[in-house]
């Protein structure tokens, strides 16, 4: 029995249980998994006190996975780079801390909706954490160029330094966004909870495929791509869906299907 949970705050319209149940289901593994809102500031005795109590692994969403990182006593790869965790398990005495955020994203992309990244030019817009959850597993897809623009430059150009190492990366303000042809933009700018849309010349997303990780809602960046005669656009749905299927590999070694669950949830 795998006793599971996501923490958050706000939590109430978390998807996650109800895409675990379908995984466990389709899988055969018997899991528990609840929503548990933990106060801001107290998301660290939150966890230990589920963990005392059976938990074997759990989720972090906004704003705890800095955190999670924080208590974490070993880090995967991924989530060493990413700075931030979103899945934890369990294992003895020691929380062993997964960022399954990027594989998600990648795994949408080129599993979903048939895109390889390899030999292609990308455009993340945004470099705060959702950026650099996503960056490694993109960059290991071989990509030709991972361009960060960022309305404060100078955030973009460290972020683009901190990870030059993994490929070929640079960083730089919005207003230095070329019109030259781009494959992919992908919209990591927390904008649209403020219903706003970053400074980007329209030229951009002609022919791009515009990826948007917010879900749930059209953004304004998703009318944009539309408007702009993107060749196509996405929300971040199919990478929630995936992310959650790597967590749940994660900690049950069993890999479920995810295309009749994303398709269910876009109904
Ligand atoms: P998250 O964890 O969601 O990435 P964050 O770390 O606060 O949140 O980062 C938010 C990102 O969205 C930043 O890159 C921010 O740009 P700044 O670094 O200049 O603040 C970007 N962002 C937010 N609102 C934006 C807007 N209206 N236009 C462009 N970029 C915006």
New binding site residues.
């Given amino acids: 029995m795998h006793k599971l949970a996501v923490f958050g705050n706000p939590i109430e319209h978390s998807l996650s249980p109800k895409i675990h149940a379908i995984f466990a289901q389709q899988t055969g593994v018997y899991i528990e998994y609840s929503k548990q809102l933990a106060p801001i500031g107290d998301f660290k005795q939150v966890a230990q006190d589920f963990i005392k109590q059976g938990g074997t692994g759990f989720n972090i969403t906004v704003p705890f996975k800095i955190q999670a990182f924080e208590i974490a006593d070993e880090l995967t790869k991924n989530a060493q780079a990413a700075g931030a965790v979103n899945t934890i398990k369990v294992q003895g005495a020691k929380l062993i801390g997964e960022n399954t955020d990027g594989i998600g994203l990648m795994r949408d992309l080129s599993a979903n909706l048939g895109v390889s990244l390899q030999g292609k030019t990308l455009l993340i817009?945004?470099?705060?954490?959702?950026?650099r959850g996503i960056i490694l597993p993109l960059l290991e897809q071989n990509p030709k160029r991972l361009m960060i623009a960022?309305?404060?430059a100078s955030?973009a150009i460290s972020l683009a330094n901190e990870f030059a190492k993994y490929g070929k990366t640079c960083g730089f303000g919005?207003e230095k966004i070329k019109p030259s042809p781009v494959d992919i933009i992908i919209n990591?700018?927390?904008?649209a909870l403020?219903n706003?849309?970053?400074?980007i010349p329209d030229e951009t997303a002609n022919g791009a495929i515009c990826y948007d990780l917010m879900y749930g809602k059209t953004t304004k960046f998703m009318q944009w791509a539309q408007a702009n005669n993107a060749i196509k656009v996405v929300d971040g749905l199919g990478m929630l869906v995936e992310q959650a299927a790597a967590s749940f590999e994660f900690w049950t070694g069993k890999r479920p299907m995810t295309m009749a669950v994303i398709k269910e949830l876009a109904k």
Avoid: C, F, Q, Y
């Avoid at 817009?125 to 950026?131: L, S």
């Avoid at 990591?188 to 904008?191: D, R, T």
């Avoid at 706003?196 to 400074?199: A, D, L, V």
């Fill in positions: 817009i945004g470099a705060g954490g959702a950026a960022n309305r404060t955030k919005l990591a700018s927390s904008a403020n706003e849309m970053p400074n």
